[in-house]
């Protein structure tokens, strides 16, 4: 056994294995008991939880919490509206269209973790929607559709598939003739960094006309750790850019010196924040969700003249109809006949003359 599955062998799946990391509350332990939801934690990301302090930014993100049963607002049968299966052109329950020319290409619904924010939580922990994940029938549809010229590989966690999958779909991906780019979803780099193996980064390496990117997903400066930048430096180094997705999650990366220290800490380890997502309405998010102006907020406070521009992630809200960007929307200030009016990340004023 390689050492990552080694990590998943050895994940904590029960309370007496979380006992040896952290001291279990009772509000903790009747989740677990109560809820049954799926859950798991590899030991590395387990390892990185605070032992006494149940709001450990890493701990609310992996351990079960009571508060999932609550659902004022989140919509019914989400991932079904917010990917568009119910409505508009047939395609393979692996398939999820927002987009004319890029698709998100679902492999597995099996994770390394079960994040407690995941938006896709009705497929990856609850079990109350099941789909049909068929690679054959995702091939078959891209095939047909020359106009998907990016592809986006997702889960679950594409990279908890074996070696020889992967490479089977890098493969038959890279024989459409459409596809000009490819591109995996993953968690790994957080929760499994052994995930990132030699014989992996050889098959995703190389100078190829279709290249692979690959997208991770940090939320906290605490999930950066020396692992986790090897395993980014052994991507980058074959040639893979790696970027990340960051959720704004309430109590956890939402005040300005974490989230500023976040997108620092990323680019320290060659990982270009890309996007800041707005926490969708999944069914029993309720007690992750800010409201939507906070992510715009915090790129205006902690990102944006603070810090360089790479560190600044596009902050989006993701919906059924794609991606929605939200800018703080106080640095144009106003516009007459003579002038633009401008603001900066401090409050200064400047203007430009209006040419027309
Ligand atoms: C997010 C997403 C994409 C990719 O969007 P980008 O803005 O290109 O990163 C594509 N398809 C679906 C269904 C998505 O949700
Ligand atoms: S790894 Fe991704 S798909 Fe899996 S539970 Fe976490 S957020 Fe959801």
Not at 139 to 149: G, K, L, N, Q
Request: glycine letters at 4%.
């Amino acid at each position: 056994m390689e050492a990552w599955q080694e990590q998943l062998h050895n994940a904590v799946r029960t309370l007496e294995q979380l006992r040896r990391y952290i001291n279990v509350t009772e509000e903790e332990e009747r989740a677990i008991k109560e809820l049954g939801r799926r859950w798991q934690i590899p030991p590395h990301y387990a390892s990185l939880m605070d032992r006494d302090d149940p709001a450990c930014p890493v701990r609310r993100q992996s351990v079960p919490s009571l508060l999932e049963s609550v659902n004022k607002y989140g919509i019914p049968n989400y991932l079904e509206w917010k990917e568009n299966r119910l409505i508009g052109e047939k395609r393979p329950d692996c398939i999820a269209r927002q987009y004319h020319d890029r698709i998100a290409f679902c492999v597995t619904q099996v994770c390394s973790i079960y994040c407690r924010h995941c938006f896709r939580k009705e497929l990856t922990i609850d079990d109350s929607l099941s789909l049909h994940l068929d690679l054959e029938e995702g091939f078959a549809w891209i095939a047909d559709h020359p106009e998907i010229r990016d592809v986006l590989i997702t889960g679950g966690d594409p990279f908890i598939l074996t070696d020889d999958k992967i490479e089977y779909i890098i493969r038959r991906l890279r024989e459409i003739s459409h596809v000009e780019m490819i591109r995996f979803g993953t968690r790994t780099l957080v929760t499994l960094p052994d995930r990132i193996t030699e014989k992996l980064c050889r098959i995703l390496s190389g100078f190829h006309s279709v290249p692979i990117w690959v997208n991770t997903h940090f939320n906290h400066p605490r999930e950066i750790t020396e692992d986790s930048a090897r395993a980014a430096y052994r991507l980058t180094q074959c040639g893979i850019p790696v970027n990340n997705q960051s959720v704004l999650l309430r109590g956890i990366n939402d005040d300005a010196p974490t989230f500023r220290k976040l997108c620092q800490k990323l680019l320290a380890i060659r990982v270009r924040p890309y996007y800041l997502f707005y926490c969708e309405p999944a069914p029993g998010l309720d007690h992750f969700r800010t409201p939507v102006e906070k992510g715009a907020e915090l790129i205006r406070d902690a990102v944006r003249g603070h810090t360089t521009g790479m560190a600044q992630p596009m902050y989006v809200v993701a919906t059924n109809i794609g991606k929605i960007p939200i800018s703080p929307d106080y640095y144009f200030v106003e516009k007459n006949k003579a002038e633009y009016i401008f603001r900066n990340y401090k409050g200064e004023q400047t203007t430009l003359p209006n040419i027309p």
